[in-house]
């Protein structure tokens, strides 16, 4: 297996415990028999002169490895993807990117000091995601609500970066039922879910040896 990490803070050493680095190392690759040199991260000490090269490096590891198979996405609030913030160009590579007043908000609970917040992230972009072959999506809770809905059921715009997996041909939302409040055709994708498990069920009869 080979990993590519979505974002990281700039500014953040890898030990530090907001970092996704350490986020990732302490909740699953340290458990995973992965191959460190496997694992690729954005590195959030990066020098900010040299930050338009390094992006430009990290999308060549992506090329390199063959492209990404299945690519994992939270969203946030306003809909973003990554750190991809409203504004966001739907074509862009990896960048680094100015984080919204709403994140660094959002993101101030997990820091003794809300002023430690980063201003800035180093994230894949749009377009990189949406060069993966399968994405997944997981969401929950009210507050994220609206940004489901925006995402599945609203126009595409890059002020809602996550509406342009409408465009995806293979991109799966995993909510739960408070996310999913908002919309419109609920009752529909639940019925197309329950569909879709029947037509795998006869598909996996037909294959049957004998048959």
Not at 57 to 76: C, N, P, S, T, W
Request: proline share 5%; hydrophobic share 35%; with cysteine.
């Amino acid at each position: 297996m080979t990993t590519f990490n979505l974002d990281e803070y700039l500014g953040l050493p890898p030990e530090h415990p907001q970092s996704y680095n350490y986020f990732m190392w302490e909740h699953l690759f340290s458990h995973i028999n992965i191959r460190k040199k496997n694992v690729h991260l954005p590195d959030g000490r990066t020098p900010y002169s040299r930050t338009a090269a390094y992006c430009r490096e990290y999308e060549e590891r992506i090329v390199k490895a063959g492209g990404i198979d299945l690519q994992i996405l939270g969203i946030g609030r306003d809909g973003h993807i990554g750190f991809n913030e409203p504004g966001s160009a739907l074509a862009s590579r990896t960048h680094v990117k100015t984080l919204t007043e709403e994140t660094i908000q959002d993101n101030a609970r997990f820091f003794a000091d809300p002023g430690q917040v980063p201003l800035y992230a180093i994230t894949m972009g749009v377009g990189t995601v949406m060069d993966a072959r399968e994405i997944i999506l997981l969401a929950n809770g009210a507050n994220k609500a609206d940004a489901i809905y925006k995402a599945i059921e609203d126009g595409i715009t890059c002020q809602v970066t996550a509406s342009i997996l409408q465009f995806h041909p293979k991109a799966t939302f995993i909510i739960d039922e408070e996310a999913a409040s908002l919309l419109q055709r609920k009752s529909y994708y639940k019925f197309v879910a329950q569909a879709v498990e029947e037509f795998e069920r006869r598909a996996a009869g037909e294959c049957r040896p004998g048959k």
